[in-house]
């Protein structure tokens, strides 16, 4: 359903607060581009935060944010 609603930008780029991740997946799992993953290094919580390693893949969809339950991503287009 996400697709219906996407809307995409050329230039976009997300900030993810690494310290309220718990990692649950969902950002990553909903993103239709998929320019998210889980980082190998964990946070200070012990939670493998969610990281954007190809900003160039980003699209602003909003996708990863509106699913993100810790409110933890901002998107930037
Ligand atoms: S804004 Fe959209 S394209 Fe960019 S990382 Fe989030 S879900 Fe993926
Ligand atoms: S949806 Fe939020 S809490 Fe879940 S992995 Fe992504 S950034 Fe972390």
């Not at 993810?16 to 991740?21: M, P, S």
Request: hydrophobic share 40%; charged share 25%; aromatic share 6%.
């Amino acid at each position: 359903m996400w697709r219906l609603l996407e809307r995409t930008y050329s230039v976009a780029k997300v900030e993810i607060a690494e310290v309220r991740c718990k990692a649950c997946g969902l950002c990553v799992r909903f993103c239709p581009h998929d320019a998210l993953e889980l980082a190998n290094e964990t946070n200070e919580r012990g939670y493998h935060p969610a990281t954007q390693p190809d900003a160039g893949k980003c699209r602003g969809c909003t996708s990863c944010a509106l699913m993100c339950p810790e409110a933890a991503i901002i998107v930037f287009r």
